[in-house]
């Protein structure tokens, strides 16, 4: 059993780069199971190049950011694993297709953070910080948001669910606010 997640890109992000801040949060293969169908862009993506990985256990899941800095925290079966991708949104395909550029910046596991709706302390187990490479923002910009994000979460920000992922994103002004612009 594994979750499949794509991340559609829109812009700005997808124009001006940023980072994304990916977290796998393991629950019981049941709760999984359980999840209720919900929006996820993914599922009516017959071009999605991980529709040909997922197995009759798996589930395709998919989410939208625009945000130069978002935070995808999705959930996968405890005994399974998980995938995740990024493409352009459907819109922005053609046009992007061939020049969207990712790279890991950094994997880190057991972080405590706290959750921007309950305010509550959480652990994230598994965290990927990924550089989205942009005409504004690049791979040094997002090990800052990396190193800073985290101050954000007190804030209200703006959050998106879909089947089995939630979106945490920053406006300009909290991204203005708590990281530092590229010169």
């Known amino acids: 059993m594994k979750s499949h997640v794509t991340i559609y890109l829109e812009p700005p992000i997808l124009q001006e780069g940023g980072a994304v801040i990916v977290s796998g949060v393991p629950v019981t293969d049941d709760v999984w199971q359980k999840i209720p169908k919900g929006n996820n862009p993914a599922a009516d993506d017959h071009q999605n190049p991980k529709r040909e990985q997922v197995g009759p256990q798996d589930r395709l899941l998919g989410a939208v950011a625009s945000s130069p800095v978002t935070i995808v925290e999705f959930s996968y079966p405890q005994s399974g694993s998980y995938t995740f991708n990024f493409l352009p949104a459907k819109p922005y395909q053609r046009e992007f297709g061939a020049t ?81 612009e590229p010169k």
Do not use: C
């Open 100 to 180: 969207l550029r990712t790279e890991l910046i950094l994997t880190g596991s057991g972080s405590r953070m706290v959750d921007p709706e309950t305010k509550k302390h959480i652990e994230w187990p598994s965290m990927e910080t990924i550089a989205v490479i942009g005409t504004k923002y690049n791979q040094d910009w997002a090990r800052v948001v990396d190193a800073t994000f985290a101050s954000a979460l007190y804030e209200d920000l703006v959050i998106a669910r879909y089947e089995g992922v939630r979106t945490i994103a920053l406006t300009p002004e909290q991204i203005r606010r708590y990281v530092v």
